[in-house]
């Protein structure tokens, strides 16, 4: 279900770019204090593939699906809106912003609120993109459990493929490293010695299945290496289409594992009046923490707007006094 927004609706206080956790909570902040708020969603969350959210206290095991509905359903409780709909430009407009959506219509606003996400960036080996977020995994906290003792490979990318490996270690008596032009240095190759975990030489042609299942990769020279489950590091991008016209700082993530939106501890971005939360400007944050994000940007700008309108308040007074 979505909200209905007609063009010549009055601006809000907030617009809130984004609908996952962190967006959703965010927005639920601003509706419990009785703000004008619109969220506005493209419907194509990053977990979308998952099975289940893990690692969530009070929703282990939720569908990422479900998590979003009963999120959109609380934000609804307190007045909040939801367009399922995507934003194609945001511009300054005076004091506040004037948001394009996809069919042209547009919102006015007095904060932005940006918690669009990231895109994952896959290695180019085929077969690979199409397991994503099944028995292609890439983060040991958020599946590592679901994929527990069966055979690993570990889908080298770089610097932190070497701890990823080791983290799946702990879930896996059978785990082995396809280096993939991305060879361990010493401090590594002693490492998986110790535990066990071989190095699998030469590049990956391809991914391997049957009856919709990972069975394998194939190397350039045509060996076949059996494995149920591949971890990888993807190349995290911070999610700005539509968005270049704010002038938002994109900051390069270490060891080349993305981009990202800077941001102070509280959302603040460098551009007055914008804020981001959750993934897009914090690539390493889970469902948990990104709800925080979004909570906490949440109440900043409704500090600021509150403050904003407290002077209003006044100068409209001193006005009105000056008028007698």
Known sequence: MTDQWEQ?????DAVV???GAAGLNGALMLARSRRKVLVI??????????????????????PPSELLRIGREEVRRYGGRILDSEVTDAV??????????????????????VATGL?????????????????LVHCPYCHGWEVRDRPI????????????????RQLSDDVVYLANGHEPDEAARTRFEALGVP??????????????????????????????????????????QGLQSLGLRSVDLPGGMGTSIEADEFGRTGVPGVWAAGNVADAKAQVGAAAAAGALAGAQINAELALEDADRAVALRRSAAASR
């Open 41 to 62: 969603d493209s419907g194509s969350p990053r977990n979308a593939p998952a099975e289940g959210v893990h690692g969530l206290l009070g929703r282990e095991g939720v």
């Open 92 to 113: 300054r407009s005076g004091d506040g912003f004037v948001v394009t959506l996809g069919d042209g219509r547009t919102v006015g606003a007095r904060r932005l609120l």
């Open 17 to 19: 770019i984004g609908g």
């Open 199 to 240: 190095v699998v030489e030469g590049r990956i042609a391809a991914v391997e299945t049957a009856d919709e299942r990972i069975t394998g990769v194939r190397l350039d020279d045509g060996t076949l290496v059996a494995r149920e489950v591949l971890a990888v590091g993807s190349r995290m991008e911070a999610r700005t």
């Open 8 to 12: 010549q609706d009055e601006a809000v």
């Open 153 to 168: 490979g570990i889908v080298a990318t770089g610097e932190g493929s070497v701890h990823q490996a080791l983290l799946f």
């Open 119 to 135: 895109r994952d960036v896959l290695p180019d080996i085929p077969g690979l993109a199409e397991r994503w977020g099944r028995d």
